[in-house]
């Protein structure tokens, strides 16, 4: 048996509050944090499918969320069906980008992952604490609920 506590939503999110609390800082992760996220599912988006299905919402980014589904929910029910919308947002633009856009999605992802990725470091510097998932890897799917959960708090929504 592990003695390791499993953890709640709630202290999951105040364990990661607690290297957030510059208000710069805030702002950058409300920034950057949706970027990431955005850009992870831009790069498995981008990945070539072997399989013959001729479908784009078959791929490496929606197979990807169902351990992120899993995760989410056996934490909040709630918050799992915002993190979802959220997921299912960014599918959309990935599905419509290039529609829209002639510049390769991967390399749009590539691009805006690692200037996120200096926006979260500098507002770390800013707020003179690392970054959570030093500690633990899981905080780095913490960091998109953590903004979530305060959508939810501002519309009331229990989480």
């Known amino acids: 048996m592990s003695d390791v506590k499993t953890r709640s939503m709630q202290e999951w999110l105040d364990a990661y509050g607690v290297s957030h609390q510059n208000?710069?800082?805030?702002?950058?992760?409300?920034?950057?944090?949706?970027?990431?996220?955005?850009?992870?599912?831009g790069l498995l988006w981008s990945i070539?499918?072997?399989?013959?299905?001729?479908?784009?919402w078959?791929?490496?980014?929606?197979?990807?969320?169902?351990?992120?589904?899993i995760f989410y929910a056996r934490l909040?029910?709630?918050?799992?069906?915002?993190?979802?919308?959220?997921?299912t947002f960014c599918f959309a633009v990935c599905g419509a980008y290039n529609e829209l856009v002639s510049f390769p999605l991967w390399q749009s992802s590539i691009i805006v992952f690692v200037l996120a990725w200096i926006g979260q470091?500098?507002?770390?510097?800013?707020?003179?604490?690392?970054?959570?998932?030093?500690e633990d890897l899981q905080f780095l799917m913490i960091g998109p609920?953590?903004?979530?959960?305060?959508?939810?708090?501002?519309?009331?929504?229990?989480?």
Do not use: D, Q
């Open 121 to 134: 470091f500098y507002g770390h510097k800013i707020e003179g604490i690392k970054p959570s998932f030093f």
């Open 48 to 56: 070539p499918t072997p399989w013959t299905v001729n479908s784009v």
């Open 23 to 41: 208000p710069l800082n805030k702002k950058i992760h409300w920034v950057c944090v949706p970027l990431i996220f955005l850009s992870i599912v």
């Open 76 to 87: 909040s029910i709630s918050l799992t069906i915002g993190m979802m919308l959220w997921c």
């Open 58 to 69: 078959l791929n490496f980014a929606t197979l990807a969320i169902i351990p992120v589904f």
């Open 145 to 159: 609920a953590w903004l979530m959960s305060f959508i939810y708090n501002k519309f009331g929504i229990r989480y």
